[in-house]
């Protein structure tokens, strides 16, 4: 037998989350007490350049999707289930960097990644590069549940989405004024040619005025995210996002790979991050949170505070994570000037955040 040092120790927690999800009726645990965290994005979101009613549209946006995976939960449903109900109203909702509000490459298409993962049994999903279908998050669930792979990319994901029956659409869906006029702006800030306006678009207006400004940058990396306690005691993770505004050469960032933006395990916790995807995969930071809780007995906050404002500032990366444990736990931390963000557990208070100066 080998050590237990390096990939054995791997196989040791896979087999343990196993076989905790497989105990007989007799060893079943008092049921527990749901929660559920939820981000949508990270980066430079201050008060000075966010109106009362930009600011109140997402608090209420935040609240709807948060309230959807809670009814999930408080009705006996499953983690899976609960992330599932939230990330579809944030990625029909154009406030956010994912599905219909989702942020232009390059070449004025909407890329869209998203990944999930259930901390009973190590199992994931993930996709990137989606254009056709409706919920990214609903094909990365599907990945995980009717496939033998973990990760499935472009037009190959849409078609297996199409074929395992998921709501398919014409890609001018996903296609919003606020996001094509983003990208024009960022096009002419690095001298690149702007594409042609999207097949099926709505005409271009003769001058656009947004009635819902946004903070300078508060979607060059956005995401969106939950993670979420179910009564059963399992824990799991999911993020959908649209990805960098301007991206080029197919990029994909940390959302779609598990370990680095999703990442959940029953032996320690359940995390979805957002922010500048590139050091979010060099650290591993979902997993890295989950390991130090794990191997070094850390409560969620302080293991996801060491990351974030330790681990990521030291390599310069900017951004946030939600994180849950079995127990309860719930956490957020970023380094950010503020962070889309609410929690609620069973028989406790809604929170709702923003900024970086609020609980």
């Known amino acids: 037998m080998k050590s237990m040092a390096g990939i054995p120790i791997l196989a040791l927690m896979a087999a343990a989350a196993i076989s905790s999800a497989a105990q007989t009726p007799h060893e079943a645990q008092p049921p527990h007490r749901w929660a559920i965290v939820l981000h949508g994005g990270a980066g430079v979101i201050e008060r000075a350049s966010m109106d009362p009613k930009t600011e109140a549209a997402y608090r209420a946006s935040l609240k709807e999707a948060i309230e ?112 094509w006029q983003s990208l024009v702006r960022e096009l002419k800030k690095e001298g690149l040619p702007i594409p042609p306006r999207p097949a099926g678009a709505p005409p271009a207006p003769e001058a656009w005025n947004d009635s819902l400004p946004e903070p300078p940058d508060a979607h060059k990396y956005g995401t969106v995210g939950v993670v979420a306690l179910d009564r059963q005691g399992n824990i799991a993770a999911g993020t959908s996002t649209g990805g960098l505004t301007a991206k080029r050469w197919g990029r994909i960032g940390d959302s779609p790979i598990i370990g680095a933006g999703t990442y959940a395990s029953n032996q320690s916790c359940a995390v979805s991050a957002t922010g500048t995807g590139e050091y979010f995969i060099r650290l591993g930071v979902a997993r890295e949170i989950c390991n130090l809780v794990y191997f070094r007995h850390m409560r969620v906050q302080q293991a996801a505070d060491e990351v974030i404002h330790k681990e990521l500032d030291a390599i310069h990366g900017d951004g946030g994570v939600i994180a849950i444990t079995p127990d309860g736990q719930m956490a957020w931390s970023f380094n950010t000037s503020g962070m889309f963000r609410a929690r609620i557990a069973e028989g406790g208070k809604l929170e709702i955040g923003v900024y970086n100066d609020e609980p």
């Open 68 to 179: 959807a995976g809670a009814k999930v939960l408080d009705g006996g449903g499953s983690s899976l289930d609960a992330i599932e109900a939230s990330i579809h109203i944030l990625e029909d909702d154009p406030l956010f960097n994912a599905g219909r509000g989702a942020v232009f490459t390059a070449d004025g298409r909407n890329e869209l990644d998203a990944a999930i993962m259930d901390g009973a049994t190590l199992k994931a999903g993930a996709v990137a590069g989606v254009t056709r279908t409706r919920h990214p998050i609903s094909l990365a669930r599907a990945v995980m549940e009717k496939s033998q792979w973990v990760m499935l990319s472009g037009d190959g994901a849409d078609a297996f989405a199409a074929h395992v029956g998921l709501e398919q659409v014409d890609p001018s869906f996903f296609f919003t004024e606020r996001r």
